[in-house]
């Protein structure tokens, strides 16, 4: 059974990075599209990334282009999130999830497996 351990979240000034692992065990990655979500204190949890089997990485907010990139190595069973020119409205609970698709979907409940969570706080 696929299991999801996510890691790299840490305290980080305003404009630093990050580098998040979502490392797979218990099954291979390859017939599962990995999903990256956030949940900040009193929001709702919310899509920011996706990576599909077939290759394609996919960035949701327009807000976080160019500062957020999704890859993946299926050989290692990992994808990560790099997180750039990070911002204090970043501050949240990060999660990586996995779906047995071949297409990305934003949606927290199109999700069955997850991991634990990463916090990553952006303070001065």
């Known amino acids: 059974q696929l299991q999801l351990v996510e890691s790299g979240g840490g305290l980080v000034q305003p404009g630093g990075s990050l580098r998040l692992s979502c490392v797979a065990s218990g099954s291979t990655l390859d017939s599962y599209t990995i999903g990256w979500f956030r949940q900040a204190p009193g929001k709702e949890r919310e899509g920011i990334a996706c990576f599909s089997p077939t290759g394609r990485g996919t960035i949701y907010p327009r807000s976080l282009e160019g500062r957020f990139t999704i890859s993946r190595d299926n050989a290692k069973n990992t994808v990560w999130l790099q997180m750039n020119n990070l911002k204090s409205d970043d501050t949240a609970v990060y999660y990586c999830?996995?779906?047995?698709?071949?297409?990305?979907?934003?949606?927290?409940?199109?999700?069955?497996?997850w991991g634990q969570g990463t916090q990553v706080t952006v303070s001065s």
């Open positions: 999830a996995a779906r047995r698709h071949l297409v990305c979907n934003s949606h927290s409940y199109n999700y069955d497996r």
